[in-house]
């Protein structure tokens, strides 16, 4: 008789060993667990951000619903998005009948000004004319002819949600915004997130520029839509950039995006129309944020106020009350490159040791300037990247090299607990913890929170596993 009890112990230490990291490692061909999701969902989070639009799927409905569900969980919040519901009919026939009835139906019913059209794989496979169909849908009179209709073809057999961000956003410039006019340049800031599933984040740059007076546009704003009040009534489009907004964009007097590489062909199209822009790394850490206030402090040509001097100080404070509990303390860390870039960056301001580093939708440049940042700090030196791994790699790294702490979104907690260490949830998607998604981790607030999340887990750790006589009031 088979002891299923030894059997799995001795599975479960093979599992945890040397020897099966290496085959793991070895794998080629097969993902499992990969830390990223489908280019329409980055879409979607895209069109959310746009006054009064409604996000449209050229695409079966089960791809929407997850698309819906991942982000309603993550932010605990309604997410209005519709689809054409493509089936095996479209996929022989063409979806030219589904899209046309389908924009006429949601246009009917939810009357909205601006149309975002994204696909699924489905319809990117068969090759759909997407925008002919769309031509057509206006001929019809499905829709009004002066609808705007913008259109990002999402695959998502290549790519991932930033991708499919990147691509929806440029789709709203082509879509909407009109042709740069000399005599029509206009004073305003247009400031870019990039995929941020913060609204926090979002809150925190507006709130630090209003205070250094810059006036601006935050292009695309999703904040009062995935983090709407509950006021007793549900509203369909409660917020977004103005649309007035997105169509004078091109005539920015300068762009500031806040991502390196979840915006590139957006920056590129709007560069290309002569509008002056920045690219500057996401403001995570005192010297992510400092850039940021440098930048805005160059746009309004104006002194920084003392407030922001006076926030920065605090943050400092913060750094040296907590930096015991962080210093030489290692890491393992997984996410998307722009929030591995800050995060990085900022355990290395705090004296912490990143150790592994798993990003799934790496590049080349990202590789270049991660090695960079570690090879810059002498609390860099232990770290290795592992470009486009995923979190079934990451499970080996954390129990054949332990770290202290890992860091990440909610899917890296069973990799946690088979290396029984705490995981701080920073990322997307958070489905297991409320409220995350409200704090800030940008700016010099975002200093103070990480440090919070971070130190006070080790302190958690500390007061539950301490003997009677260590067991202090004062930590
Ligand atoms: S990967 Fe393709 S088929 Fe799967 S949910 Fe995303 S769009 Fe749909």
Redesign the pocket.
């Known amino acids: 008789m088979i002891n299923m009890k030894a059997t799995t112990k001795a599975t479960t230490a093979w599992l945890n060993s040397e020897e099966y990291k290496e085959k793991n490692f070895a794998r080629e061909k097969l993902v499992i667990n990969p830390a990223k ?5 980055g879409a979607l989070l895209c069109a959310l951000g746009i006054e009064n639009c409604l996000p449209f799927t050229h ?2 409905q ?2 929407t619903a ?2 819906r569900s991942t982000l309603s969980r993550h932010f605990r919040e309604p997410v209005a998005a519709v689809s054409d519901s493509m089936t095996e009919d479209s996929a022989v026939f063409g979806g030219q009948t589904n899209l046309i009835e389908g924009v006429r139906n949601a246009y009917a019913l939810y009357k909205p000004d601006v149309i975002a059209v994204f ?4 319809a990117e496979v068969m090759g759909d004319d997407i925008n002919a169909y769309i031509g057509l849908a206006k001929h019809e009179g499905a829709i009004p002819e002066d609808l705007p209709v913008a259109l990002g073809n ?4 290549k790519g991932s949600h930033i991708t499919g961000y990147d691509t929806m956003l440029k789709a709203f410039l082509v879509a909407l915004a009109t042709e740069r006019q000399a005599e029509k340049i206009n004073d305003r800031l247009y400031v870019v997130p990039g995929f941020d599933t913060y609204p926090g984040n979002l809150r925190e740059y507006k709130r630090v520029l209003k205070i250094m007076k810059a006036p601006f546009t935050l292009l695309p704003d999703n904040s009062d839509v995935v983090d709407a009040p509950n006021l007793g009534t549900y509203e369909l489009y409660p917020g977004g950039t103005p649309l007035t907004e997105v169509k004078d964009a091109l005539n920015a007097k300068s762009f500031l995006f806040l991502q390196s590489y979840t915006t590139m062909t957006a920056s590129k199209y709007v560069d290309s129309k002569e509008v002056p822009t920045e690219t500057i790394p996401m403001p995570i850490g005192i010297k992510g944020m400092d850039q940021f206030i440098q930048s805005v402090a160059k746009f309004t040509g104006l002194d920084v106020p003392d407030e922001i001097t006076q926030e920065r100080g605090r943050a400092v404070d913060a750094m040296t009350d907590a930096h015991q509990y962080i210093h030489g303390k290692r890491f393992s860390l997984f996410g998307d490159p722009d929030l591995l870039m800050g995060l990085v960056s900022f355990l290395l301001e705090m004296g912490g040791l990143p150790v592994h580093i798993v990003c799934t939708n790496s590049t080349t440049p990202f590789k270049k300037a991660m090695e960079a940042l570690l090879a810059s700090s002498s609390y860099g030196q232990e770290a290795t990247l592992y470009p486009n791994k995923d979190l079934w790699h990451l499970r080996s790294l954390l129990v054949t090299e332990p770290v202290d702490m890992l860091i990440g979104d909610s899917h890296g907690k069973w990799a946690a607990r088979d290396a029984n260490i705490p995981l701080v949830r920073i990322g997307f998607p958070i489905t297991d913890r409320v409220n995350l998604h409200r704090s800030p981790i940008v700016g010099y607030t975002g200093v103070i929170n990480l440090i919070t999340m971070i130190a006070n887990t080790f302190l958690d750790d500390v007061d539950r596993n301490s003997p009677e006589a260590t067991f202090e009031m004062m930590r």
């Open positions: 999701a489908c280019q329409p969902l695409g079966s089960g791809c997850y698309f696909t699924s794989c489905m999402t695959p998502s057999f």
